[in-house]
């Protein structure tokens, strides 16, 4: 917010609101290695006076396209609400055959329509929004999964900030999952508390100096 004729400048409110979509693949009440991952980013978040919503996707009815609505009952709608009115959009995602799962790849897709949303200054109405990825899985591959994301992410006018992924890969061709694994990993911890912080404060920096108009 710009200053007055005098200098002053109004204080910002200081709480901000995030949507995490856990795109796993379970249907609830099944256990979700990256709804537990999820749950501690909100913890993380809820630090830095952010109010998380969670939502898993595949619970919903998400129909496979890249417009803002494909008609015929597909509940994106309903979830894009929440995403435009978040000031953090966080996705979590398990690896796949080391790719994001197919409910993640479909969510970029659908947040494919932002790119065509402008709003009176010409901007994405996706600008102003910071993102954050969550990955889990027992094979490599945190690494190319969130590269993939923050591409996607970027390229829907969503602001990435620094260390913008919390992760958790166990050993190759085993089979423990994050759920599995007591006490929980210091070095996930801590990435988890650096992307929320990182998150809360672009978030605030955004929303007190927003984007220039385009063009």
Known sequence: MAPDRAGYRPAMPTSLRALVLNCTLKHAPADSSAELLATEVIAALARHDVESTLVRVVDHDV????????????????????????DILVLATPIWM?????????????????????????RMVTFGKVAGVAVVGNEDGAHHVSAELYQALNDTGFTIPANAVTYWVGEAMQSTDYRDVDP?????????????ANAAHLARLLRSEPYPPAG
């Open 98 to 122: 080391g790719q994001p799962s197919s409910v993640c790849k479909m969510v970029l897709e659908r947040l494919d329509a932002e790119i065509s949303e402008t709003d009176d200054e010409g």
């Open 63 to 86: 129909r496979f396209g890249v417009s803002a609505d494909e008609g015929d009952g597909d509940e994106w709608p309903t979830i894009r609400e929440q995403v435009l009115a978040a």
């Open 184 to 196: 929980r990993p210091e070095k996930t911890a801590s990435t988890t508390s650096v992307l929320a």
